[in-house]
């Protein structure tokens, strides 16, 4: 990561550094080619105004001229050199920014101290400020690769630490308050590794589940054949006992295997047939109503009378029957479990309401969780899968399953299916 920084690093500061250079080399290039004559003439100026104000008015005059210039910022240096006699000032002055002037019987040699500037002494001053800029430019370029490598080091310690199976590992923290792109990447690699531990956990819960409900009917399974082993006259009884308890697999087996089809990453493939939803549903209630005479419970059905769709029939019956007879087990005895049906828009919204203790409210989402129970059900009815599978089946129509109490006491499930979700 190092050599990312550095790369990033050199780069930024190669662009900044070059841009400034191009700015100093056209500066310096188109230079006014008159600057250094306006200069000396500046310069020529200056001593023949302070050559007449010392001719006139005399030596401190003079003086004061050459002060009040330099006060203005002019770089000026005037030297008075007296003569020994007033005869020298007869004689030419040395340089060419020089001269004799005769004040007051003295004679004085007036000269501007230093020479124009060289090419150095011209480019220094100028120099400073870009040397300056190309030094922000290079703190600006490590701070810029600092801002943006130090996230992606997160990143990178993120994933390497997910990789390795550490799905606790959180990095938004570490990016601070940021609110760019990369800080966005940290919090969805924390989203991601939050679902990734929790559906880690889901899979050991359900496998522990799976093992759970598969070695109940196998030790029964087991204890009746060690019965039939010292006791063969049990034979009919025993054969009976095995007979349900391997339905009973059979129905786990089947329920797990149209649950994991339900979950498959890849849109699962049940095959769709046209049939009115109407029907199954009467069907369905027609049976139930058999069911539930043993305690006394009765099963009405309300509402349309046909709603034609594009649907898998199979997982729609298994859907619907699945909360039907989850109502009929959990209604009180002598009560009834209602059936009612709502056609809106383009879909179907079934409503099963019993008169049961209904679920509590932090339950309510957890019960279409496979191998889940109700914290308040008296007795283990089924595998816990039945509304595991309706919430499945109806999401794959494209609908939705979801779960309310009842102010007046019991538990309604709604189940909405569209006509066809355009697969």
Request: hydrophobic fraction near 45%; proline fraction near 4%; include cysteine.
């Given at each position: ?421 355009g697969q």
């Amino acid at each position: 990561m190092r050599r990312l920084f550095w790369k990033f690093f050199t780069v930024v500061w190669l662009a900044m550094a070059g841009s400034i250079a191009l700015l100093f080399a056209v500066t310096s290039l188109f230079e006014s080619p008159f600057e250094e004559e306006v200069a000396n003439r500046e310069r020529r100026l200056a001593l023949e105004m302070t050559a007449q104000v010392l001719q006139s008015d005399g030596l401190d005059a003079a003086k004061k001229l050459v002060e009040d210039l330099r006060r203005t910022g002019r770089e000026l240096p005037i030297r008075f050199n007296q003569r020994p006699s007033a005869a020298d000032c007869a004689a030419k002055a040395g340089p060419n920014l020089a001269m004799n002037v005769t004040s007051d019987g003295d004679c004085y040699e007036l000269e501007i101290g230093g020479s124009p500037q060289g090419l150095i002494s011209r480019a220094w001053p100028r120099t400073v400020p870009w040397l300056a800029a190309l030094m922000a430019a290079a703190a600006a370029a490590y701070w810029l690769a600092r801002y943006f490598i130090t996230p992606v080091e997160q990143l990178r310690f993120g994933l390497r630490a997910i990789a390795n199976g550490q799905l606790d590992v959180r990095i938004a923290h570490t990016i601070g308050s940021k609110r760019d792109e990369v800080a966005s990447l940290a919090h969805d690699l924390d989203a991601t590794a939050a679902r990734l531990q929790e559906l880690q956990a889901a899979q050991q819960q359900l496998f522990h589940d799976v093992s759970h409900e598969i070695r109940s009917p196998l030790s029964r399974l087991q204890a009746a054949i060690g019965v039939l082993q010292q006791n063969p006259s049990r034979l009919s009884a025993m054969i009976e006992r095995m007979v349900r308890e391997v339905e009973r697999l059979d129905e786990l087996v089947g329920g797990i295997l149209t649950l994991a089809r339900l979950s498959e990453r890849q849109d699962p493939r049940f095959d769709r047939q046209t049939l009115d939803i109407v029907d199954l549903i009467r069907e369905i209630v027609e049976d139930a109503r058999f069911e539930a005479l043993s305690r006394d419970v009765t099963v009405e059905y309300e509402g349309v009378n046909t709603f034609v769709a594009s649907v898998n029939g199979e997982l729609i019956y298994r859907a619907l029957e699945n909360v039907i007879r989850n109502a009929i087990a959990h209604t009180k005895n002598k009560t009834t479990v209602l059936v009612r049906s709502e056609v809106h828009g383009q879909q179907i919204q079934l409503s099963i309401k019993d008169m049961g203790l209904g679920v509590p409210e932090a339950e309510l989402d957890a019960i279409f969780k496979p191998f889940s129970q109700s914290s308040i059900a008296t007795a283990r009815s089924g595998f816990g899968l039945g509304l595991a599978i309706t919430r499945r089946a109806a999401e794959w129509h494209g609908g939705s399953a979801t779960a309310r109490n009842i102010p007046s006491g019991g538990l309604c499930v709604e189940v909405t299916i569209p006509i066809s979700n355009g697969q």
